[in-house]
């Protein structure tokens, strides 16, 4: 018990470490103010206020913005382990409209992982936990870790 | 025939208006860089150039641009006939890494249509031509024009 | 409350008046051996076990059977309601094979549903729990009723 | 050039080598009635007669049978290089209903194939070459050969 909370707090730290050195490089993400809010072992929780230079004359949120969010979730919840991983496949459905001005969460949750490949569920809801969007991406392992010599997990 | 080709040239002239009125709304499409580079019946071509605010620290684009672009030259395609078509769930598969400097281009070709759904096929290459992505595309129309008054294809 | 649980128990019964009125016209499902287990609203549950002629040299079951369990238990759930409601794409992932003589449960549960659209998630397990599959279908209602006369939920 | 032609010649021969193995093992496919038109290095052509027991009570086939058509084309397609390869997820667009008596006809061509990764589309039409369905499979190399020692396209 006390080895498997070790485990467990040694998949958290390298979770965090793999995060923080993923986000100093991640200029897509800070552009458009994707804030890191949570991360763990094949988790990510990542948010974003809708811009008016993410929007159409509608006020209406690009497809694409929604897509973005969800999608760097994603990468960071597949990159905890601290194996380079790169998304493959990904489709989302769009179910409710985000407006100008929303604060958009995804929150990304691995649901299976071999040695190559992995699935990840994520969920994009606005401030008030409405549903904008489901996201569920494949991804591929590739060689070499994320932070050189952090180990994996 | 000659019935045909003033109804080819009419739906042409339509998708043409329809896009100039999304284009000066696109706010999003806009701040990106994307551009219009050619449109017509049920299909649109736009063109980005990868920035570096749309990489990471590897000078990787975010696939999240990559998808946008495609997303675009999508809502392009399948609202050229002016009835008001929103994005239902699209699928998008990245094959190779695009760089900063890259210039990519989204072809869009509406591949079915019904009074209710359509389903576009799109790819993204780079500017040497090679595949970066294929993107599949469902969409739902919903009640309005495009551009009220202008007709419909 | 007691109108809640009236509406409930209604939308319950309904459920069940279409899921029977749907398998008795069912073959497909019947000649493979998927027996409904449970339904409900925006819910089913069905099961297959894995036969000599659903499976491939090595004994392991060809994805179109998977698929074809999911996809029954995806109809049972979208129909529930009583409202014709058809596929419109469905995407699945195959996680690990399974195996003849495996007894395979489809689970289906609506995420979420508008008055012509609809998403649902259905996973397979086998008989140990073990994960198979996961699959998301989108629906698409028409004109109708699965039950005439049996009301809608 | 007469070097091409023979590499050329051996891929078709190997393709044809390959699908005959996997055909002779493959059950699922037979029952079905599913047939063999046609093979060469990544593509391959299959068609079923949609029977009685592939319906439901309105005489439309079941969409199961349709992904299982698609599903088998697309697996015969991405082995026929001789090195093995499964499913990962796959995505289908219903276009049109198929009903009884009809013969559907699935074409995979791959879009593309790295050391570890396939991408197939298959398209599913009728005798009267009306499109029933689209699909896009996704594949996994994993180790060995489908033929053993009869090398690799």
């Known amino acids: 018990?006390?080895?498997?909370?070790?485990?467990?707090?040694?998949?958290?730290?390298?979770?965090?470490?793999?995060?923080?050195?993923?986000?100093?490089?991640?200029?897509?993400?800070?552009?458009?103010?994707?804030?890191?809010?949570?991360?763990?072992?094949?988790?990510?929780?990542?948010?974003?206020?809708?811009?008016?230079?993410?929007?159409?004359?509608?006020?209406?949120?690009?497809?694409?913005?929604?897509?973005?969010?969800?999608d760097t979730a994603f990468a960071y919840a597949c990159n905890s382990h601290n194996r380079v991983t790169v998304a493959q496949n990904c489709a989302i459905t769009f179910i409710a409209a985000a407006r100008r001005g929303d604060v958009l969460t995804a929150t990304a949750e691995e649901r299976h992982r071999t040695a190559r490949t992995g699935l990840c569920d994520i969920t994009v809801s606005d401030q008030a936990g409405k549903l904008i969007a489901v996201f569920r991406g494949h991804s591929q392992e590739i060689k070499g870790e994320v932070v050189p010599g952090a180990g994996d997990g």
Chains 1, 2, 3, 4 share one sequence.
């Open 1 to 70: 018990m006390a080895a498997d909370a070790d485990k467990s707090a040694g998949a958290q730290r390298l979770a965090e470490a793999v995060a923080a050195g993923m986000y100093a490089r991640d200029h897509a993400a800070r552009a458009l103010g994707i804030g890191l809010v949570a991360v763990g072992p094949g988790f990510a929780k990542m948010a974003m206020t809708v811009r008016a230079d993410m929007v159409n004359g509608h006020d209406i949120c690009h497809g694409g913005m929604v897509f973005t969010l969800a």
